[in-house]
């Protein structure tokens, strides 16, 4: 079942503003992972935040994690027109049956207008 | 990094018609693979986790004699859809993992039009 639920679908900016896409879980968590999907291609691994950590960079990516609230929150600074695609948000637990699986959000569609 | 290669990208074909994707892990070896399915404008659905050596577990609602997953080495895996109909049509991702609690990396997808 999916337990990622990104928040806004879709964001609309124009290029040099910041963008900021919320994902909220139900569940106990080992990481989260953020990923990037261009229209009609696989997915980019981009960050993933373990459950003891509170914030994440890599370069113009900020991740945030608030176990209390199972929330996380990406932000994307200074946006470029190549920014647009799908991000999706992924927990990753251990299942009732001990594996560990990945469950994806439904996304948030961002466009970054030049 | 970690380099996933899924192929075919694009298939056309008549129902009835069974269809095999491949997908290949370059630079790494993976005992576990994953096959998702996306529908337009939808997430990801996990279908079947593959086992290098074992049968691979699938999801519940997802028919394993329908969807043939054959995980034969460290650095392939197949999912076979049989008789493929209509309904089939879909975008199909795999993706490859080094290690528990470890990133996935996907290949490019494929995407499957069943006419």
């Known amino acids: 079942s999916q337990q990622g639920e990104e928040d806004p679908q879709a964001l609309s900016i124009q290029e040099g503003e910041n963008a900021t896409m919320n994902c909220s879980y139900k569940t106990s968590i080992n990481n989260l992972q953020w990923y990037r999907q261009n229209s009609g291609r696989g997915l980019v691994h981009l960050i993933l935040i373990r459950s003891n950590e509170r914030e994440k960079h890599s370069g113009r990516l900020r991740v945030t994690l608030d176990t209390s609230k199972k929330s996380s929150s990406l932000l994307i600074t200074a946006s470029r027109a190549a920014d647009t695609a799908s991000y999706f948000c992924a927990t990753g637990a251990y299942s009732g049956a001990g594996s560990y699986q990945l469950t994806f959000g439904k996304g948030t569609k961002l466009s970054v207008i030049p | 990094g970690a380099v996933v290669s899924q192929h075919p990208s694009r298939v056309i074909c008549k129902s009835g018609t069974s269809v095999k994707i491949e997908c290949r892990s370059l630079d790494f070896q993976a005992t576990t693979m994953f096959w998702y399915r996306q529908f337009p404008k939808q997430s990801l659905m996990l279908m079947a986790t593959?086992?290098?050596?074992?049968?691979?577990?699938?999801e519940q609602g997802v028919e394993k004699d329908k969807f043939l997953i054959n995980h034969a080495s460290l650095t392939l895996s197949t999912l076979t859809v049989t008789s493929a109909h209509p309904e089939d049509s879909s975008f199909y991702i795999c993706?490859?993992?080094?290690?528990?609690?470890?990133?996935?990396?996907f290949g490019d997808g494929t995407r499957l039009s069943i006419l």
């Open positions: 993706s490859a993992r080094v290690g528990i609690g470890q990133p996935q990396h």
């Open positions: 593959s086992n290098e050596g074992s049968k691979a577990t699938y």
